[in-house]
């Protein structure tokens, strides 16, 4: 009886493999969606917390804040206002779910619609998190292409046509349309236009997950497919982590009633922290606006120096298209690299990666790409870590080639 | 392609049905973990908020705030000092997982340990979250009844090696030791002792839920079945919704790491809130041993409320015992009482109450039984709606009998 108890013999199958030990942050991390924690809007936050506590710190004492199972209701407004000025998006509070972070979104959006053995249409490089929870759903994923637009039309009908031949019908058309993760491409309206009549054309509904949005460098971005979507065949989610603070887990889902009654039944969390919904609101009014142009410059900034550091660090080695927003660079090296053998040594010498077959239903296309975030490293250490992400790489793959290292020992 | 788009015939089989919109909360509300508005600490939360924002709020910018995955490191600090002084615990800050309120961590052991057609045991009256998740799930739930001092050891034997006969080992034992949800009874040491003593007998881990733990009249309490666990087989959970704030979404478990490391890998929300986190932290620390006495003292002053009103009123039809702490009473009417129906009639005439059926495996035995809650509601609300549940009982089911209703009416 008092020889450790075990588990093991209780588990039931199919369990994820345990988590391993945490062991801190990287010391040049260029993963996750971080932010810049210069840019997080302390100040504002704290006038914001004093003043809606103080105001509303009572309804505490109550789950939803006596606001209903869909959230906050000032969120819900300042939401509806911020959609439609954004996004073009219609809708009212009740028509918005507010959610603990986009991946809540995600997972309530698959456990409405998804059964094991379903498929689901995606492009063919995009977040991670969206590819592992499918292949936990035992969900298969197909992947479509992308070009400088975003999702490609032709290779999209083409597996339309080609699922319809074998009699399935896909459960929605996964896209991150404005700002993709992670090629950061914008789809513009007219190819938005053809995505739609091509949903609707199928019977598939298109799940539009727009949580880089907000970060456009120059602040222009197309309507949301969700205020296009003339019959209403679009679930649309959004986060406050990209714009305001990732550790503030706030997410949204806009979708139709029949599909939030069918969330709601299944979010059974007794709500979202209130508290940060409550201070998102108040901080959010009457600051959302100028707040995030601010952002954007200084994540520019960023993105400049990354793109110049692999320039000197890489030369023509790494390949790459300068992004339309957001915090993540999508890089090619040369076809030699394994990035997945290079996210292990890279780690070693201090420097998180993501390799890219983790971020596309194509292995043997994405081996030799990676994904770079940059918001939240500084200026500095984006050198530093590049810097020694090359001499990695080099090490274990021979490229970039010496002069370029002999370069950067110069100029250190 | 303008006529509205049809989600039904690609939902999955066995959703849950879809929810009704929410019409408000019911003017006397006797349901729901709510808490006393007039108790939530405000004016410590906002010195709180103030405080760590200024301090950390930075760190807002990533994810987990930079403690890794087992949440906020001084608020899981405070938990280990607190688990210790209270509840006899001793445990480090890595044992501990913060988690998105209690339910979250109902939602991860049934994760980590269930699977359809699985067999647990749990007390015959207990929480409706944890049962309508077993349903949910397919678990076949055996309900052991309870006496005053919470689980009985003779029938949860007798149900062991029933259960042993038939090749069924349940996957765990739910109870709610301290403060047993909804009865109120509190399990003294020696019964603990039983329950560990038949647990390890059978091989069967203890699942201990500890959420009202913190609202006891005298403040004290046993120690835990994980402080008594010599082999560590037991599964601790708790929350902060009770002792601070019930719209602040944050709870934990206590686990060893080969549990943990299961639950973590399907913890997959990139961290609970962190402003939520840090904010309890930095008012808990210093706040919590002087917050939580003061906030009984208010609990128990409406409890007294509550059951002069119910004898007020119900005269002899009502029986209950007198709880040794919590926000909730379990209530005996007669037995031509149906509380589904008084339920329905109640909330029409603007009562919400529990009905026992939702919160028992024996839906015979707590056919007559209700559950109220008394902290939200204020005193007055509490002698009004006991007065208004009283007239629709007698209208619907003829008891209280008149003369208790004339009384009332006399005082009022």
């Known amino acids: 009886m008092t020889s450790a108890f075990d588990f093991a013999p209780l588990l039931p199958a199919g369990?994820?493999?345990?988590?391993?030990?945490?062991?801190?942050?990287?010391?040049?991390?260029?993963?996750?969606?971080?932010?810049?924690?210069?840019?997080?809007?302390?100040?504002?936050?704290?006038?914001?917390?004093?003043?809606?506590l103080r105001r509303e710190g009572k309804t505490l004492a109550t789950y939803g804040l006596a606001s209903g199972p869909h959230g906050y209701r000032p969120l819900r407004e300042f939401l509806t206002a911020k959609l439609k000025r954004d996004a073009g998006i219609d809708c009212v509070a009740d028509d918005i779910l507010i959610v603990s972070g986009s991946l809540q979104a995600l997972d309530l959006v698959n456990a409405t619609l998804l059964a094991r053995g379903d498929t689901v249409i995606v492009e063919r490089e995009t977040y991670q998190g969206a590819l592992n929870r499918l292949t936990?759903?035992?969900?298969?994923?197909?992947?479509?292409?992308?070009?400088?637009?975003?999702?490609?039309?032709?290779?999209?009908?083409?597996?339309?046509?080609?699922?319809?031949?074998?009699?399935?019908?896909?459960?929605?058309?996964?896209?991150?349309?404005?700002?993709?993760?992670?090629?950061?491409?914008?789809?513009?309206?007219?190819?938005?236009?053809e995505l739609l009549k091509l949903a609707a054309q199928y019977g598939v509904p298109i799940f539009e997950d727009d949580c880089y949005a907000d970060l456009i460098w120059d602040g222009k971005r197309p309507p949301a497919l969700?205020?296009?979507?003339?019959?209403?065949?679009?679930?649309?989610?959004?986060?406050?982590?990209?714009?305001?603070?990732?550790?503030?887990?706030?997410?949204?889902?806009?979708?139709?009633?029949?599909?939030?009654?069918?969330?709601?039944?299944?979010?059974?969390?007794?709500?979202?922290?209130?508290?940060?919904?409550?201070?998102?609101?108040?901080?959010?009014?009457?600051?959302?606006?100028?707040?995030?142009p601010k952002l954007t410059r200084g994540l520019r900034a960023k993105l400049d120096t990354l793109m110049e550091a692999l320039d000197e660090q890489f030369g023509t080695a790494a390949e790459f298209r300068d992004p339309k927003g957001g915090i993540f660079l999508?890089?090619?090296?040369?076809?030699?690299?394994?990035?997945?053998?290079?996210?292990?040594?890279?780690?070693?010498?201090?420097?998180?990666?993501?390799?890219?077959?983790?971020?596309?239903?194509?292995k043997a296309y994405a081996g030799s790409r990676l994904r770079l975030c940059f918001a939240s490293p500084s200026r500095e250490q984006i050198r530093e870590g590049v810097a020694v992400l090359a001499e990695v790489c080099r090490r274990e793959f021979g490229v970039p080639s010496r002069i370029a290292n002999v370069e950067k020992q110069v100029r250190a």
Chains 1, 2 share one sequence.
């Open 15 to 52: 369990l994820p493999a345990p988590a391993a030990r945490w062991t801190g942050l990287a010391k040049y991390s260029f993963v996750g969606g971080n932010n810049d924690p210069e840019q997080v809007p302390v100040e504002g936050l704290i006038d914001a917390a004093n003043a809606v």
């Open 136 to 193: 936990r759903l035992g969900v298969n994923a197909v992947g479509i292409p992308l070009d400088q637009e975003g999702m490609r039309m032709d290779a999209l009908a083409a597996a339309l046509a080609d699922l319809k031949r074998h009699g399935v019908t896909p459960k929605y058309i996964y896209t991150i349309p404005t700002v993709q993760n992670p090629t950061g491409t914008i789809m513009p309206e007219a190819r938005r236009a």
């Open 330 to 362: 999508w890089v090619k090296l040369p076809d030699n690299v394994d990035t997945l053998k290079l996210y292990q040594a890279a780690l070693a010498a201090g420097v998180a990666i993501n390799p890219g077959p983790e971020w596309s239903t194509d």
């Open 226 to 292: 969700y205020a296009m979507g003339r019959n209403r065949g679009v679930i649309h989610i959004g986060s406050f982590s990209k714009s305001i603070a990732p550790a503030l887990r706030v997410g949204y889902i806009v979708a139709p009633w029949e599909m939030l009654s069918r969330m709601l039944a299944l979010k059974t969390d007794a709500g979202s922290g209130a508290l940060e919904q409550m201070v998102l609101a108040e901080y959010c009014a009457p600051h959302f606006t100028s707040h995030v």
